[in-house]
């Protein structure tokens, strides 16, 4: 048992040394690894186990430790599981996800097997919200004195709150997008909506049946649940807002296009005549009587002028510009 025990001024070194670390409560905290945990120590203490990328002797480890289902192994390797729960004869199996930033909205798979005195939470990325717990011990410690399973109500809390900022990060983003569809829609500006658009239904995808899973789980109103209802309403209105938006950039693109059109109609319309006139009198036919006359170029300048002031006049009081 001594080479169990791992105290608070050691972890830094557990946690350099691999990808997993172990939470022991006994009188007090302790850390540990996987490797060194055994079936006596989960007959007498309560545990939680927090991996990250678990290798194959790391799941046969937890296969060992904790007899889970080869299914759920390989779920564990598995990075598009979708969110759900499913009971065993010992443990509860639940897949959730998180969000993190990295230049755009991305998900995270975050598996938890929870029993009667263990809980496993296993997940292929870094976690900060995890990282920034695994530095307050006393929270740890308080947690797992009340339970392992509100160690992992507060686990799924922190990564369903974190999910509010990170959506709500691109309001702005979407007003500067509204702004510009109306004044100055560009290409580029219909492209970064559509990968908004893709971002937001990636998310989507994950949070409407992890609302599910939380309401199965719970059957009674908790603080993450109603976090979780809001973001897929907040998603929601940011996909109708986008859509809007979309509408508006496409009604002032096609706008745009009508007035260019109708303004290249216009300077059509006017030189018609005039490239008639000019070609009539560009053919060389050597009897024209016109062309021998004193002031028929000046005549013929004039008549042009007369046709496009005329033809400009008229288009001006049909309102066509």
Known sequence: MAGTRI?????????????????????RLEYSSLSELNKSILKKYRVWVDIIEPSKEELEKLSELFDIHPLVLEDFSNTRTRPKSESFSNYEFIVMYGLYTDNKIKTIEIDYVIGKEFLISSHWHRVESYEELKKDSAKIESLLRSGVDTVLHHLIDLEIDNYMPIISSIDTEIEELEKKAVHSPTPQMLAKLFD???QLLQVRKVASPQRDVLFHMTKAEHRFISHIIRINDQIETYREVISSILEVHLSVTSNRLNEIMKVLTIITTILMPITAIAGIYGMNFQYMPELEWHYGYFVVLALMLSMT???LVYSRKKGWF
């Open 196 to 198: 908004i658009k893709r």
């Open 309 to 311: 002031i005329g033809l």
């Open 7 to 27: 105290y608070l001024k050691s972890q830094k070194t557990l946690w350099s040394s691999g990808m997993n670390v172990v939470y022991i409560l006994k009188k």
